[in-house]
């Protein structure tokens, strides 16, 4: 997926983000929206925000060594405004390593 190559590449892309929620299944308003990663603020009200992208990028970066999160957990918050809902998401890793290890045997 876009979002899972934009934390690879430590990219902080909230239009991707954006995308995802919005292909989601769950409707909402636009300007509804409010995307956080980390403790960098990327999106509120809809609209893009001036983040330190720097920052965001160091965060990504940080996180997927494992130095902010048990298990090498990669936090995005994404807030629609539709109630008190709450969900969880996992995903792997498909980086350079991943696919290498994974294509080195055969079942």
């Known amino acids: 997926s876009l979002v899972k190559s934009a934390i690879f590449g430590r990219d902080p892309n909230w239009g991707r983000i954006a995308a995802a929620a919005g292909r989601a299944g769950v409707p909402f308003e636009q300007e509804n ?3 956080q990663l980390g403790d960098v603020l990327l999106m509120e009200n809809g609209q893009p ?14 996180a997927a060594a494992g130095a902010y999160l048990k298990e090498d957990t990669v936090l995005i918050q994404i807030n629609v405004g539709n109630g008190h809902g709450v969900g969880q998401a996992w995903g792997c890793d498909l980086s350079y390593d991943y696919v290498r290890i994974n294509a080195e045997y055969t079942t």
């Open 33 to 35: 929206l409010r995307i």
């Open 49 to 62: 925000l001036g983040f330190d992208r720097q920052q965001a990028s160091d965060y990504l970066k940080q």
